[in-house]
């Protein structure tokens, strides 16, 4: 008898006994931020209702470990890397999880993978699908200037973020709000769905929705080339947008008195602070708050300005 058919006859409020599932990815679910918790990660491993058999991650930092390879270790569960679809299919096969949940993972899953688990993939996607699709729907919204943002929950299919969807949720957002700030409120709202829904949905309790197509907007993967600004062609507010967007990576860039810098905060304003403000296209300037002058600590511009009338 299927897993599924065994669970329409229980109608039980808690699992008769420990799902046991696999974990894909680092729940990094923007680039650049300074991830330091895993929460979905750790609901499943705490949990007595689930058994983790393995956390799927697609490469090893030898440098630097992710978060979520320090908590599995501290679980005693194994992680793999990089592995081949038929290795995949040989260790499911050997470890029999009944579901999968996927954050972050950056890389597609065969299809062959997915059917593999009786109650598929579960992905968690930061965004209100089927807008941003892809690999950046946290940098997009900021970039485009969104005080709604989302999160969904889905079932993974073989086609880029369109499968259908087990939950949704929308946050609000101020408008300055960084990368970090959204990351936070975005991976807890999405834990919060997997609360409320994981068990109902290994009971089939629950209705999934299919996404219209039609509406789907795409995400583009942010490149270094991307983080060098150009005041000359943009808005003093596109431009603060990139610099909170681009946090962590690619950066924001410029060039200060002859010295690469990133920026790491910056607001706009209709006129200049110091000569260090850039003049953008709509005649605002992009007011420099915060600097990471090159082979330097981050600092405040008046410091960075202070430093160099000290050398001379």
């Known amino acids: 008898m299927r897993y599924n058919q065994i669970m329409d006859k229980e109608n039980e409020k808690k699992l008769s006994k420990p799902i046991k599932i696999f974990f894909f990815g680092n729940e990094q679910i923007a680039q650049g931020i300074k991830q330091k918790s895993t929460p979905v990660f750790d ?63 950056g890389k597609i899953v065969s299809e062959k993978v997915i059917n ?11 965004s209100l699908l089927p807008q941003y699709r ?8 900021i970039l485009n200037g969104d005080t709604t943002i989302g999160t969904s929950i889905m079932l993974l299919a073989s086609e880029m973020d369109a499968g259908p969807i087990l939950a949704q949720a929308k946050i609000q957002i101020k408008p300055n709000a960084t990368k970090d700030e959204i990351y936070q409120l975005l991976i807890h709202k999405s834990l ?6 994981i068990s109902s949905y290994l009971k089939n309790e629950n209705k999934l929705i299919i996404q219209n197509h039609e509406k789907a907007t795409f995400t583009k993967k942010l490149q270094k080339s991307d983080a060098f600004l150009k005041p000359e062609q943009e808005s003093a507010e596109i431009l603060e947008r990139k610099v909170r967007a ?21 607001h706009v304003a209709i006129k200049p602070n110091s ?32 430093g160099l009338k000290n050398k001379k």
């Not at 992710?66 to 470890?95: D, M, R, V």
């Not at 593999?116 to 930061?126: M, Q, V």
């Not at 850039?278 to 960075?304: H, R, T, W």
């Open 43 to 105: 609901f499943f491993a705490q949990n007595p209702n689930f058994d983790v058999k393995a956390v799927i991650l697609t490469s090893q930092n030898k440098r630097r470990k992710f978060p979520i390879e320090t908590q599995a270790i501290k679980y005693n569960i194994p992680i793999y890397y990089n592995l081949k679809t038929s290795e995949l299919i040989k260790l499911i096969e050997k470890e029999q999880p009944i579901i999968g949940i996927l954050a972050a993972y």
């Open 192 to 197: 919060e769905l997997i609360q409320e829904n």
């Open 134 to 141: 892809g690999t950046t729907p946290i940098e997009s919204a």
């Open 116 to 126: 593999a688990f009786s109650k598929g993939i579960l992905n968690i996607h930061p």
């Open 275 to 306: 000569n260090t403000d850039l003049l953008c296209s709509d005649g605002k300037y992009l007011v420099l708050d915060e600097i990471i002058p090159e082979n330097s600590k981050p600092m405040s511009v008046q410091a960075f300005l202070n």
């Open 246 to 266: 681009y946090a962590g990576f690619p950066k924001a860039r410029t060039i200060i008195q002859e010295i690469p810098c990133i920026i790491t905060k910056a």
